[in-house]
């Protein structure tokens, strides 16, 4: 029968090593990033996780950069007035929020605060229906206004671990790992020592 003095032992040990072996999970996956940047660039989206025996345990999905999107609302505005004046309207600039004689009067006393936009309605539909090349092209004269930019985003090296689940009475990759440790045939020693030299942060 375990003592308490056993189990406070047993805590604590495991406690310490538990701290150690998430600090060094947070540095390999630090040092794992621009690798995997540096793959995905390559053509790369998935690497597959196998013991030195070779038997496979999981795969490292590499997720691609994340595109930024750039609306020109000026050339977008300039093209409604020009094709569908309707769908203009005058709208509050938020600094007018303040001003306690808005309501009524805004546009009389305070013409700098009005500005002009595209319906919110319109805008969503007509970025919807953008070319692939972010242009609105009028259907009358077939003239193209660009309105949209996307710059594609470069991997980052941001990952996601996805581990073999068990089939076919075969252990899945988490437990085949463990098992793996406790035989032998794997040690994380050497996975953690950096950790270990380096102490608790």
Not at 49 to 71: E, F, H, Q, R, Y
Not at 86 to 93: A, F, R, Y
Not at 161 to 187: C, M, N, V
Request: proline share 5%; hydrophobic share 40%.
């Amino acid at each position: 029968m375990t003592t308490p003095r056993e189990a406070g032992f047993r805590v604590a040990v495991l406690d310490a090593l538990s701290r150690r072996v998430d600090k060094a999970l947070a540095a390999a996956r630090a040092e794992a990033e621009p690798l995997f940047a540096a793959a995905r660039e390559g053509g790369a989206t998935q690497l597959e996780v196998a013991l030195p025996s070779g038997d496979p345990v999981g795969k490292i999905s590499i997720k691609a950069g994340k595109d930024t999107v750039t609306v020109d609302d000026d050339a977008l505005l300039a093209w409604v007035k020009a094709n569908r004046p309707e769908e203009i309207e005058d709208t509050i600039s938020p600094a007018a929020l303040s001003r306690p004689d808005v309501v009524a009067y805004v546009r009389k006393l305070h013409p700098e605060l009005v500005a002009r936009r595209v319906r919110p309605a319109t805008r969503a539909k007509l970025l919807a229906d953008l070319t692939d090349s972010g242009e609105l092209v009028n259907e009358t004269t077939g003239e193209a206004v660009k309105v949209r930019d996307v710059v594609k985003g470069k991997p980052n090296g941001a990952f996601a671990l996805t581990f073999e689940t068990a089939k076919g009475g075969k252990q899945s990759g988490r437990d085949q790992i463990a098992a793996a440790w406790q035989s032998g045939e794997l040690s994380i020693t050497d996975l953690i020592t950096p950790a270990i030299e380096a102490g608790e942060s």
